[in-house]
């Protein structure tokens, strides 16, 4: 079972700004892209951004489009999301997701990051 590493959480004040990482196994190929999603207490989980390998263009939703920039290193199968200007409603757990070769949607997850974000 293919496992993504998550890291780069914690607390920050609003305006502040967070890196997340995210680590796919080398052993996974053909990959497709990598997204980020996230999770309020008591809310559905929604979609943040994404990635797609094959020449790295990014989607944001429109909730942080302007404050977020999701990136990939040039090897190896990592990604980052690198949160600014944060705001309270930016706290959730954010969950990064990965979709490889034949899959109709994202094939793996990772635990989730806890932000927080304090006004």
């Known amino acids: 079972q293919v496992q993504l590493v998550e890291s780069g959480g914690g607390l920050v004040q609003a305006g502040g700004s967070l890196r997340l990482s995210c680590a796919a196994p080398r052993r996974t190929i053909g990959n497709v892209a990598m997204a980020w999603f996230r999770q309020a207490p008591g809310k559905e989980r929604e979609f943040v951004a994404h990635l797609r390998w094959s020449g790295g263009s990014t989607y944001y939703a429109d909730s942080v489009k302007g404050r977020f920039r999701m990136s990939r290193e040039k090897t190896g199968n990592t990604v980052h999301l690198q949160m600014d200007s944060l705001k309270t409603e930016d706290t959730a757990v954010y969950y990064c997701?990965?979709?490889?070769?034949?899959?109709?949607?994202?094939?793996?997850w990772g635990q989730g990051v806890q932000v927080s974000v304090s006004s």
């Open positions: 997701a990965l979709q490889t070769q034949g899959a109709s949607g994202y094939n793996y």
